[in-house]
């Protein structure tokens, strides 16, 4: 006769009578052997594969909005994500930019000889000919 045999940490059965353990899905974790109840979510910020034991905190650049997030979403440019907050991401202020998709913890300042004039910026802006601007972080 065969017994019981208990789930591992990152599987669980929430009802009596099964033959097989349930994996937690993306997002979601199982901190202990012999989980007997739904899985945990991961905290915003926060994400985990399938199985897990636990979450780990979205790559630098990344972010988690949602508890249970299945994935982390990159910042679009012309946005970042502070590593200490992977909750959201946050637009460029005036005279800074964020080129590409995963900028991590600020934008970065327009050089000398550009400007950023719109929040949100993906690139700095030349000054025109018979125009200059003197000072990095230019909004005009």
């Keep these: 006769m065969q017994a019981q045999t208990q789930c591992e940490a990152g599987k669980y059965t929430a009802t009596e ?32 594969e399938a199985e897990a034991s636990s979450c780990d905190a979205c790559p630098s650049g990344s972010y988690a909005a949602t508890s249970g997030s299945p994935s982390c979403k990159l910042a679009k440019a012309g946005h970042y994500v502070e590593d200490s907050n992977r909750t959201r991401e946050i637009e460029c202020p005036l005279g800074r930019y964020a080129p590409g998709p995963g ?7 327009c050089p000398a000889g550009t400007f950023a004039n719109v929040t949100g910026s993906e690139e700095c802006t030349s000054a025109a000919p018979g125009f200059y601007v003197d000072k990095e972080g230019a909004s005009n």
Excluded: D, I, R
Excluded at 103 to 109: G, L, Q
């Design 17 to 48: 009578g099964q033959s097989t353990c349930l994996p937690a899905e993306p997002g979601q974790y199982v901190p202990t052997p012999g989980w007997s109840k739904e899985p945990e979510k991961c905290k915003p910020g926060e994400t985990s």
């Design 103 to 109: 900028t991590a913890n600020e934008c970065f300042e």
